[in-house]
């Protein structure tokens, strides 16, 4: 981590990016120099860093189902933007406010309000692609640029945060305050683009084509937008701003905006019903070409064979299949998971019940508030009247076991996970829930199997806190106390708290067992973060859970 500011600078540069007046801006020539400002490595550290404070606050919304969702649907979105290879990372806020940021590195976050918002996940599917854009668009770095080429206001706001955060003491998953600074600082790079006309029309013309791209409706961005303007209109009366959507204050809607998404829509919409073939070109719309096929195809850069007739190329995108099928449970779970508590969920769905029939997927989400709750039994037996109706279903499947595993009902839990296992065994929700229900058990033998089934996920879950601290447990209760050392420090490190895991290294370090191979993992990881301990302490910044000993 290069040399930081001193504090008093961080806090100043933090309140006045916020409270600067916007202005418009036009998009830099091809000479800007935007992209020299950070390296692709720096934008990736300092996107990993945010994330790993707001998990640390406790405002990160961690479930293995949702992450798949919201990933699936980000990942195709992403293929088919102006820059596919560009690396992405999706995660979902627990926070019920309607909003969403993309920020440095590619780092995209939904708040769960904004789906429970939605009305169909071709809307959440039209919000990505817009931050998507602003990402591709390099919209967060020219806005740094604007503001101070010299200097990094983005990561001297998220640390002045983090140290203001921390001098006011309390527990690390403390106090709310906390986390609303930290969360204010994780959305000051997309205030820093809000209410630029330019940026915004870029974003939504491309996000826009995108969802077309990806087999999703492109009227869904304008659907959205219309939504929100609704909501700011009935919210126009209040005295009290919080009242107003946040995504209203960071993505200003206007008739003009509304009318100029639809008519980009209806554009497209005429192109596919007309049949043609589209190659992308990111400098400008894309050429499209009649094939005769009565739909779209975009052609890549791969398959632009100049000796074939248009129709013969190959067709990259046929294996789309549009929604993921998983909306629907999606945002109920989302409700059960930013309830205040399960019970309060459960209440919930029984107000909605009062006025109409709940529909299946409603009963889904009423079943895992149930199950959350501690109601097992309960919640078991409408997870069970549901497969029936959901034969198959694996967000139904993966919550019947769970609640027959909590309930005492092992044999057929672990029946209904490992078959599931057979079927995907490198499935992460699956490998994740069952490792662990058996965790749960506390037994050495339940430890070796969680570990063989987490082994799959291994080489890809290097950065996944939710796995290392799975499989840490898994370890633990297996014997392998030196595997758990390891991934008991990386869970910390990921979650926020390098601190804390590089105390855990160095005690496994001491130990005389370590094999070879073992030490070599240990000094490694020791190496790559004493550095930002070392510069966090330089800050003033200590986790508060080792200063106490």
Excluded at 38 to 62: K, N, T
Excluded at 154 to 169: E, K, P, R, S, T
Excluded at 391 to 413: F, I, K, M
Aim: glycine share 6%; proline share 5%; aromatic share 6%.
């Amino acid at each position: 981590m290069r040399r930081i500011l001193p504090l008093a600078t961080a806090v100043t540069l933090s309140l006045a990016t916020i409270c600067a007046p916007a202005q418009d801006m036009r998009l830099p020539d091809i000479g800007s120099s935007a992209g020299e400002l950070l390296s692709p490595a720096q934008q990736e550290q300092y996107g990993a860093m945010l994330l790993a404070q707001l998990r640390h606050y406790e405002y990160v919304l961690e479930d293995p189902l949702i992450d798949s969702w919201v990933d699936t649907m980000g990942s195709r979105l992403a293929a088919n933007s102006d820059r596919p290879e560009q690396p992405f990372t999706f995660f979902m806020l627990r926070d019920r406010q309607i909003n969403a940021f993309a920020t440095l590195g590619g780092y995209i976050g939904l708040n769960a309000g904004l789906v429970l918002a939605s009305e169909r996940e071709d809307e959440v599917a039209g919000v990505l692609s817009h931050e998507i854009a602003h990402v591709t668009q390099h919209h967060v770095l020219r806005a740094v640029e604007r503001a101070q080429r010299d200097q990094l206001p983005i990561l001297l706001a998220m640390l002045g945060a983090i140290a203001a955060a921390q001098a006011v003491g309390g527990s690390s998953s403390g106090n709310a305050t906390q986390a609303a600074m930290v969360g204010a600082m994780g959305l000051l790079q997309q205030r820093q683009i809000n209410y630029t006309r330019s940026n915004e029309q870029e974003a939504d013309r491309l996000g826009i084509r995108t969802l077309s791209r990806s087999d999703y409706d492109p009227t869904a961005m304008a659907d959205f937008f219309v939504t929100m303007q609704a909501k700011s209109r009935t919210n126009a009366a209040s005295y009290y701003d919080d009242l107003i959507p946040e995504y209203l204050r960071t993505h200003p809607m206007t008739s003009m905006r509304i009318t100029e998404a639809k008519q980009r829509a209806e554009q497209i919409s005429r192109d596919n019903r007309n049949g043609q073939v589209c190659v992308r070109d990111p400098e400008g719309p894309d050429q499209c070409r009649q094939d005769g096929s009565g739909r779209p195809r975009y052609d890549t850069e791969g398959s632009r064979n100049p000796l074939l007739p248009w129709n013969l190329r190959p067709d990259l995108t046929a294996t789309r299949s549009g929604s993921t099928g998983h909306y629907e449970l999606a945002r109920e779970r989302l409700r059960v998971l930013s309830a205040n508590t399960p019970d309060a969920a459960v209440s919930e769905y029984d107000g909605i019940a009062r006025n109409k029939p709940l529909t299946e997927a409603q009963q889904y989400g009423r079943s895992i508030a149930l199950l959350r709750a501690g109601k097992t039994r309960e919640a078991a037996n409408a997870l069970s009247g549901l497969l029936d109706a959901r034969p198959g279903d694996t967000w139904v499947t993966l919550g019947l076991a769970e609640a027959e595993a909590r309930s005492g009902q092992h044999d057929s839990a672990d029946a209904r996970f490992e078959a599931l296992l057979r079927q995907s065994p490198d499935d992460r929700p699956t490998a994740l829930t069952y490792a662990r229900m058996l965790a749960e058990r506390n037994t050495p033998e339940a430890g070796r199997r969680a570990q063989a089934v987490l082994r799959p996920l291994l080489s890809r879950s290097g950065e996944d806190p939710g796995f290392q601290a799975v499989f840490a447990r898994a370890c633990e209760i297996a014997g392998d106390e030196i595997r758990a050392g390891e991934a008991y420090a990386e869970a910390a490190y990921l979650n926020g708290r390098p601190e804390m895991a590089l105390a855990r290294l160095n005690i496994l370090k001491k130990r005389d067992d370590l094999d070879y191979y073992a030490r070599a993992r240990i000094e490694s990881r020791i190496a790559a973060i004493t550095p930002i301990v070392l510069e966090l302490r330089r800050q003033g910044i200590r986790d508060e859970d080792l200063r106490r000993r």
